[in-house]
């Protein structure tokens, strides 16, 4: 069975950093491209981030780009999100999601999500 | 960047109804289009992929169509589980999603 599962969501001050975590398991993770996106209070859906099967390419929203950092480790079967310099508006549940290819296309499996709570 | 747009922003529908959601791309996207189901509290779940092909497990209720920049989903008949808030999402050029449309059970 496909699973994803964040960890790593908390209370973070204004400015201050965090990292999120996805293990990934039942499928060859290597193979797949992984995506970061969340869902922020009372509002919709937004992507945040993506890399490449390899870690080799990544990509980024404007709203995050310079801020967050995707990274992955095969090895560990793990996707991370680097949180930096986090705002109010970062308040959110951060969900990990699986593409069903090499490249970051759609989102076949999500994780529960993990809650960010940025207070000032 | 491509802009998503759905209509309407909220639903009321009875049981057994048929409901029709819209999204709207700002550009072609071709047919690289894909539909999610969001119940409160829980993760979105990929239904529709590729415009529309319905992803292994679907009700067969779920339907989607369109192309270029107008798409359609289409739930022929409303189950109290649809109860939920559903994007579309696109992923021609980047990866967007429209604002969500919440369908509501009278």
């Known amino acids: 069975e496909v699973q994803v599962v964040e960890s790593g969501g908390g209370l973070v001050q204004s400015g201050g950093s965090l990292r999120l975590s996805c293990v990934a398991s039942g499928f060859t993770f290597n193979t797949h491209a992984m995506s970061w996106v969340r869902h922020l209070p009372g509002k919709g859906l937004e992507w945040l981030s993506a890399i490449s099967r390899s870690g080799n390419t990544t990509f980024y929203s404007d709203s995050v780009k310079g801020r967050f950092t995707i990274s992955r480790d095969n090895s560990r079967n793990t996707v991370f999100l680097q949180l930096n310099n986090v705002r109010a508006g970062d308040t959110a549940r951060y969900y990990c999601a699986k593409s069903p290819l090499g490249v970051v296309a759609f989102f076949d499996h999500w994780g529960p999500g993990a809650q960010v709570t940025v207070s000032s | ?106």
Do not use: H
């Open chain 2, 1 to 106: 960047d491509i802009q998503m747009t759905q209509s309407p922003s909220i639903l009321s529908a009875s049981v057994g109804d048929r409901v029709t959601i819209t999204c709207r791309a700002s550009q072609n996207i071709n047919i690289w289009l894909a539909w999610y189901r969001q119940k409160p509290g829980e993760a979105p779940e990929l239904l529709i992929f590729r415009a529309s092909s319905l992803k292994n497990g679907v009700p067969s209720r779920f339907s989607g169509s369109g192309s270029g920049t107008q798409f359609t989903l289409t739930i022929a008949s409303l189950q109290p589980e649809d109860s939920a808030t559903y994007y579309c999402q696109q992923y021609n050029n980047k990866w967007t999603f429209g604002q969500g449309t919440t369908v509501e059970i009278k």
